[in-house]
């Protein structure tokens, strides 16, 4: 039953149609850019295992249809997501105003210690932006969450984000293991689950130091 | 239904329990020709008291036109069910009536239950087994525990499934019998419950009580998993109130030596394996219509695209009837004043929102909004086929004019996400803006519901999945239960777009065109979910498969699937769940059929079954309408077809 892997996290990536989500995680697992993609229809996921400070991290990243209509749908799916990207689209304004909506759309449907970044993809396209990188910073600090801007066509930023989240979660998780184990009583045991994590509604911080 | 002249049978010889659907597979002394025809298993009382089980073909049995029910049948001596032999058949009679098998009791010495309780043989000599029958229906446990109203048994030491004939019957014997077996209720068959319970009104009301003490159990308690939808007709409710109250405390019921407790699963007959035909020919079509150009046999024309699809060189035409753009009885001259009338509305629409300035727009955002989702979708479909390949690619446009023409069209629906996906395959084989638009209205039309606002459409759809899930592959649906996936949600692709992100557009083509006759019944593009899943099974519960296993692998079937095969799994899903005797009314309104208990389906607005004042379908439902395709007899879809396996 050898793991080949020391951490599975959880990752979820929201945000409206169109704003390239699937394209930034086709970047992320294929590292490649198709720009004749279809629309997401339902649910979907992919892996990819990453190495953190010596650590494999097993990415399950979970892509949702961005239409609103599908929302009672896909936030089941945000059980026990332990990092959400929220993805905008620095040519269309509408879909960084409704970064707010996302936002308490998660406070609803995650765990409340979920860890939150916020990607504003495109930024290849200059010429037709509406949403400067400005107001992208300024709206990340109000919500005290992380801002990177990027470009699934050209490949910019897009390892960095996952990279990013990914490191938060893992320290996150440290943290809370120490607290509640004094340093004497650790035992290796960082391994997280492979099944069953991603179902109980409860936070996977309290599970993780029960493990 | 070519009605027969209802010649009452002779008084003292009685039907006392008849089983349809019992195939002849071997009989020692008759001909080949004689064996694998399908017929009724009965037994019979005849003048002189004896009792003998006799089967008889089916064609020399026409049924009274109000006998609906075509399973399980219990045959009421003293009620109207009685099956008359027909009037007009008087040409073929002796040579059909020497196909009878009769089996007289009184001789009977040994029978044998085998093949997952489907066969059933008998032998009147030690040694041999003269006679060996097939249950389509079901299966041959509620004959066993019929026959043994009439029989001693002891089963063998050896064999649990062969009974030995112990004493002939008499009445006075069977009636003295504890009513062991009546432990058969255990189990949630309302449909046993019922037949012997029509059984029982035939004999003396005191010998039945001790029964009925026993069965109020099963009728109150026993079939909460139907719903409790299933009625009793008032008479007999009466009957086992009074029986209740008298004999409360008798319930235990003793198990004598040399009777068995037969218990029957509520299992589901055997599939069939119905082959596909092929696709409705350029000829055929053209012969289905008069010389006006107007289709007849609208019902045979479905049915043939049904079980075969239509003929590429044909769809163009074929699909306009198919999503209601033709009416089907339409002549030439009244298509080409359709055409006209609905090429004037489609541009009439499509000028209201062509005429909106850029000015207008603007300060329109909800225009802009619908333009720009409609825009990102139509860049984003099918462009990996030639035909919407390529920069700037005209038919995208087209894509796109008529998607904003369908959000005029239909305003408060508007754009969702999954049209442009709907609408790709018909621009692509209709070619014409005007055509594909009312062809795509059309199929719209019997979607609608997926696009609900709240998704209530879809959410229905996947619980009447799971629940046809439940009855039709009960392991997979209890291994879904235990992996948190009870919702179906990893279906939802599937029944957003009717599969369509599934197929090649080869496919999707044969798909959507055999869902658009709306046969054999409603709901059918769930029978197609549970014939995918089915075949899934093993993968999914060998393997332990979990929450996100089993969405990837759902996912990741995409361009794997075999549409010829899983249409014909899906049709004989449909036959299995039809001819099941524990078919609950849940699956009933699901499948858009008449309830066991002849009430109106819940919203009769949702099903186009036809409805007398009593309930009864109109006899159209029932008319066994044969197609004489490819050399095969094909029944009407909405009865069996049991007559390919033959
Ligand atoms: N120029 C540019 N185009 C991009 C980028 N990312 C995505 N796109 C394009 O934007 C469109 C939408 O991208 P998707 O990845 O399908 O969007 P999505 O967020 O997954 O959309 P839904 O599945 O509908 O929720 C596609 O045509 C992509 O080619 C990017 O970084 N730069
Ligand atoms: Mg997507």
Known sequence: MAKTYDYLFKLLLIGDSGVGKTSILFR????????????????????????????????????????????TITTAYYRGSMGIMLVYDVTNEKSFENIKNWIRNIEENASADVEKM?????????????????????????????????????????????????????????????????????????????????????????????? | MSCSSTEDLPEQYKELFTQDGVLLKACIGRPISDLNSIGMLCI???????????????????????????????????????????????SDYAAARARIVKIPLDELKTFKVARNSQQMQFSTKPGIWQNTFYFQHGNAEVFVSQLKNHLKTAKTRHDRNTYVVVEPNTESQVLNRSFAELDIFTENTTDVVWGLVSNFKQRPYETTMEAFSKLTDIVYYGNEGLNGQRDVSDEVADLLTKSMSALEDSTSVTKTEGYEVISVKPTLPPRPCIPRGTPLSTE???????????????????????????????????????????????????????????????????????????????????????????????????????????????????????????????????????????????????GNEVDSFWCFAGFMEKILSNF??????????????????????????????????????????????????????????????V???????????????????????????????????????????????????????AEGIYH??????????QIRIIL???????????????????????????SREMEEVTLEYNGLQISVVTKTVWALLA
């Not at chain 2, 039809?578 to 609950?584: D, K």
Request: proline fraction near 3%; include cysteine; charged fraction near 25%.
């Open chain 2, 592 to 618: 858009g059929i008449p309830t066991a208990s002849n009430k109106n389906p819940e919203d009769p607005s949702d099903t186009d079954i036809p409805e007398q004042e009593n309930g009864k379908p109109e």
């Open chain 2, 452 to 513: 609900d606002i709240d998704q209530a459409g879809m959410k229905q759809q996947l619980l009447n999945l799971q629940q046809l899930l439940t009855f039709a592959v009960p392991d997979l649906a209890k291994h879904l239960a235990t992996k948190d996936s009870e919702n179906m949600y990893f279906c939802f692709r599937w029944l957003l777009v009717w599969f369509k992100r599934e197929f090649s557009f080869s496919d999707i083509m044969r798909l959507w065109e």
């Open chain 2, 44 to 90: 019979v009382q005849n003048p002189d008291s004896t009792k003998c089980i006799e089967w008889r073909p089916n064609d020399l049995i026409t049924i009274d036109s109000d006998t609906q029910d075509q399973e399980w049948a219990v045959v009421n001596t003293i009620g109207r069910r009685q099956r008359t032999l027909s009037g007009n058949m008087t």
């Open chain 2, 284 to 430: 055929k079509w053209e012969g289905l219509q008069d010389t006006d150009g107007r289709i007849l046999e609208v019902e045979g024309v479905k049915q043939l695209i049904f079980r075969g699809g239509v003929a590429h060189s044909i769809r163009h035409s074929v699909w306009k009837y198919l999503l209601d753009y033709y009416p089907w009885n339409a002549t030439h001259a009244d298509i080409r004043k359709i055409q006209k009338k609905k090429t004037e509305e489609y541009f009439s629409m499509k000028l209201q929102w062509r005429s909106i300035t850029e000015k207008q727009e603007s300060r329109f955002s909800e225009y802009r909004e619908r333009k720009s989702l409609v825009e990102k979708d139509v860049n984003r479909t099918d462009r990996t086929h030639p035909f919407f390949a390529g920069d700037n690619n005209p038919n995208l446009m087209v894509l796109q004019d008529i998607l904003m023409t369908y959000a005029m069209y239909n305003f408060d629906l508007g754009y969702v996400q999954g049209m442009s996906d709907i609408l790709a395959p018909l621009l692509l084989l209709l």
């Open chain 2, 515 to 569: 869902l658009w006759t709306g046969l054999p019944c409603a709901n059918f593009h769930l029978l197609i979910c549970v014939a995918i899943l089915d075949a899934e099974k093993d993968v999914l519960i060998s393997g332990d498969y979990g929450f996100t296993e089993i969405l990837k692998h759902v996912n990741d079937l995409s361009m794997c699937l075999d549409i010829d095969k899983i249409l014909s799994t």
């Open chain 2, 576 to 585: 299995q769940l039809i001819s099941a005797p524990h078919l609950s009314d």
């Open chain 1, 28 to 71: 992320f697992s294929e590292d490649a850019f198709n720009i004749s993609f279809i629309s997401t229809i339902g649910i979907d996921f992919k892996i990819r295992t990453i190495d953190l400070d010596g650590k494999k991290v097993k990415l399950q990243i979970w892509d949702t249809a961005g239409q609103e209509r599908f929302r």
């Open chain 1, 118 to 211: 916020i990607l504003g993809n495109k930024c290849d396209l200059d010429s037709k932006r509406q949403v400067s990188k400005e107001r992208g910073e300024q709206l990340a600090v109000e919500y005290q969450i992380k801002f990177i801007e990027t470009s699934a066509k050209d490949s910019v930023n897009v390892e960095n984000a996952f990279y990013t989240l990914a490191r938060d979660i893992k320290a996150k998780m440290e943290k809370k293991q120490e607290a509640s184990n004094p340093p004497g009583a650790r035992g290796g045991t960082h391994q997280l689950k492979a099944t069953d994590q991603q179902r109980k509604p409860t936070s996977w911080l309290s599970r993780c130091s029960i493990l």
